[in-house]
T-cell receptor, first 109, second 117 residues
Framework: DAKTTQPTSMDCAEGRAANLPCNHSTISGNEYVYWYRQIHSQGPQYIIHGLKNNETNEMASLIITEDRKSSTLILPHATLRDTAVYYCIPTNSGYALNFGKGTSLLVTP | GAVVSQHPSWVICKSGTSVKIECRSLDFQATTMFWYRQFPKQSLMLMATSNEGSKATYEQGVEKDKFLINHASLTLSTLTVTSAHPEDSSFYIC?????????????FGPGTRLTVL
């Protein structure tokens, strides 16, 4: 699995966009970039994933650079309920997920 | 999204007893389920991969005789912590894989908090 680098923590004001970066420079050609989040004392929640094209769903947008060495998860209008640890995980489809340390996002009023 | 349940949500037991945790995919069939463990202020660590109808594959350092995994059906996997000790106290989380060709998805259960006294 590719190694990832994410900021340890980030703050975001409620209602503003939260942009969470992830560096995965060693990603292999067939690995997808998955994003999950974990709210305190709960199981991780799937957010979005992509291979090389940008993706958008009801929760977030995923921007992947052309060289696939980094990506950004965008929460367009952060709410207090988005406070969580966000994990960027490059992996092959169907494989177990290797959770790194993630980014602890705090959304403030 | 798909729903994965775990039972119980929390359990307290005495040292030396065995504890069974169930993981169910409620609205899809899961040929593969994964078991993770999370200690306080740490990230999730994969314990084992469970495939329906076959023996589980354990990660290095995870004792297969202590953490018994059974995946008897496409919707149920169980993890039994045998002869539990205080160091086994942790948050145990399962996930179930929903196969969609090259865009497989994994859905996680809510977790089971085990406290061994």
């Amino acid at each position: 699995d590719a190694k990832t680098t994410q900021p340890t923590s980030m703050d975001c004001a409620e209602g503003r966009a939260a942009n969470l970066p992830c560096n995965h420079s060693t990603i292999s050609g067939n690995e997808y970039v998955y994003w999950y989040r974990q709210i305190h004392s709960q199981g991780p929640q799937y957010i979005i994933h992509g291979l090389k094209n940008n993706e958008t769903n009801e929760m977030a947008s995923l921007i992947i650079t052309e060289d696939r060495k980094s990506s950004t998860l965008i929460l367009p209008h952060a709410t207090l309920r988005d406070t969580a640890v966000y994990y960027c995980i490059p992996t092959n489809s169907g494989y177990a997920l290797n959770f790194g340390k993630g980014t602890s996002l705090l959304v403030t009023p | 999204g798909a729903v994965v349940s775990q039972h119980p949500s929390w359990v307290i037991c005495k040292s030396g007893t065995s504890v069974k945790i169930e993981c169910r995919s409620l609205d899809f069939q899961a040929t593969t389920m994964f078991w993770y463990r999370q200690f306080p202020k740490q990230s999730l660590m994969l314990m084992a991969t469970s495939n329906e109808g076959s023996k589980a594959t354990y990660e290095q350092g995870v004792e297969k005789d202590k953490f018994l995994i059974n995946h008897a059906s496409l919707t149920l996997s169980t993890l039994t912590v045998t002869s539990a000790h205080p160091e086994d106290s942790s948050f145990y989380i399962c996930s179930a894989r929903r196969a969609r060709g090259v865009r497989d998805e994994q859905f996680f259960g809510p977790g089971t908090r085990l406290t061994v006294l």
